[in-house]
């Protein structure tokens, strides 16, 4: 990695966009730092320590501790993340999107175009609940007449002008910088609160320890983080290759095709998706009833929020909990099949093979092709559900057992690995163009 990175500074043109990428970087942690006005932050602050709802300590993860400081980046990218998801799906059900998509260049601009409409309605919405929730619990400063009006207004128009700036610094990133902008800007907030979650390990397991048990404790937390982060690389790597033949033509006086492929079945297919649905499904409620003050009763609903909540899986004194963790890997494992069975479609593949002449060794073009990929497909999309699942578990049990309070866990490890290796790959593509002669040397 650091060889590619030295190597990609000796090309102008990538290093200035490496150095537009890290400054437009400086730019987001600056504004996470800046406070909405009309917010009073330290209010605010204090009851965001006091609450255990997970969901909340992973929404402040990707924004970086913005919502924890209610900066003007609070709503960070989510809304446009969803907007995404959203069209996605619209896609596949809506035939003038579809339609769109095929269309090239012009069509993926059209629904680009969409999708930052609909990402700013999203904000509008999440800002105005959010703004509203704040108002009812006191944190704005001030709450009634003319001025309370006011001050509503403008958290509102702060937060949903803060994802919009975010959204466009993101797409500066990926038009003018290296990798995908909206998942470069995910991963820096991500990493922002890995120092407090590294400090916050140090106190708990390793300050005021003797000596010999300090070092023990630093080297099984180092050992795990890497047997993770390793495990996370070959899962995000991993793939079934499916062998395509095409057969030979004859065109004038040439001979074409005849050459040999294949299709990359990713292993992990969804990635970091079903893990990210699941935990919004359950979490939402959650943070909806930490909101209004609900769920710290004795009934049967709050009994079932407790047991949605992670802070109370893996908890050795309650295991009846464990049923919500149960549910939470049966969610992530649906999930990765749904997310797959909406974006990979084994009939258009083998339908697409068929008109150019493909077809895989030992198995008969059409609708014995488009089964085939269907059962290599459900059984590797098995294997990355069971290894998303795995990944996320290991922390949640951690923290459950052990008490490690730490706000990252496998989904920001999967973030994280999945979007450096991805920009990685795009700095060496690029290099690959530049030191590319081709034919010339021939």
């Not at 001030?142 to 466009?168: D, E, K, N, P, Q």
């Not at 099984?220 to 057969?247: D, H, K, N, T």
């Not at 999309?381 to 008490?403: D, K, Q, R, S, Y």
């Amino acid at each position: 990695m650091l060889e590619t990175l030295r190597n990609a500074f000796k090309i102008k043109d990538i290093r200035q966009r490496i150095i537009f990428t890290f400054l437009m970087l400086i730019v987001i942690r600056i504004g996470s730092q800046l406070p909405i006005p009309g917010v009073d932050s330290e209010v605010f602050a204090s009851w965001f320590a006091s609450q255990t709802a997970d969901g909340m300590g992973f929404f402040d993860a990707i924004t970086g501790g913005s919502f924890y400081n209610m900066s003007v980046f609070a709503l960070s990218i989510t809304p446009y993340i969803t907007s995404s998801i959203i069209m996605q799906l619209l896609t596949i059900a809506i035939p003038k999107l579809e339609e769109m998509q095929r269309d090239g260049e012009e069509g993926r601009k059209k629904i680009a175009e969409i999708t930052r409409y609909l990402t700013v309605a999203l904000a509008l919405i999440e800002a105005i609940a959010m703004s509203v929730g704040l108002r009812r619990g006191g944190y704005l400063e001030s709450t009634s007449g003319v001025s309370g009006v006011l001050c509503l207004i403008t958290v509102i128009l702060t937060l949903t002008a803060g994802s919009a700036v975010l959204m466009w610094i993101g797409e500066r990133i990926t038009e003018k910088g290296v990798g995908n902008g909206i998942s470069i800007v995910l991963v820096i907030n991500i990493i922002s609160r890995m120092p407090n979650d590294i400090g916050t390990l140090f106190e708990q397991f390793i300050s005021g320890k003797s000596i010999p048990k300090g070092v023990l404790a630093a080297v099984i937390i180092l050992a795990i983080i890497v047997a993770m982060v390793v495990f996370v690389v070959y899962l995000q790597g991993a793939e079934r290759r499916i062998p395509v033949q095409y057969s030979k033509k004859i065109q004038g006086r040439k001979q074409v095709g005849g050459q040999s492929t294949h299709i990359p079945l990713k292993v992990n297919t969804g990635g970091v998706i079903p893990v990210i649905f699941a935990q919004s499904l359950l979490q939402t409620p959650v943070i909806i009833a930490s909101l209004l003050g609900k769920g710290n009763g004795t009934g049967i609903g709050s009994k079932i929020l407790k047991g949605m909540s992670q802070s109370n899986w893996c908890n050795p004194r309650e295991p009846i909990y464990n049923i919500g963790l149960v549910v939470y890997i049966i969610l992530i494992i649906a999930f990765a099949y749904f997310y797959t069975s909406i974006t990979f479609n084994p009939l258009e593949i083998a339908n697409n093979m068929k008109k150019a002449g493909g077809f895989i060794p030992g198995v008969r073009p059409g609708k014995p092709t488009s089964d085939y990929l269907n059962k290599i497909l459900n059984y590797i999309v098995f294997i990355g559900a069971v290894g998303l699942a795995f990944i996320a578990f290991v922390p949640i049990f951690f923290n459950g057992v052990f008490g490690a309070d730490v706000s990252f866990g496998g989904t920001s490890i999967i973030i994280i690995v999945g979007v450096v290796i991805e920009t990685l790959k795009q700095i060496e593509s690029q290099m690959r163009v530049r030191y590319y002669k081709g034919f010339l040397n021939d």
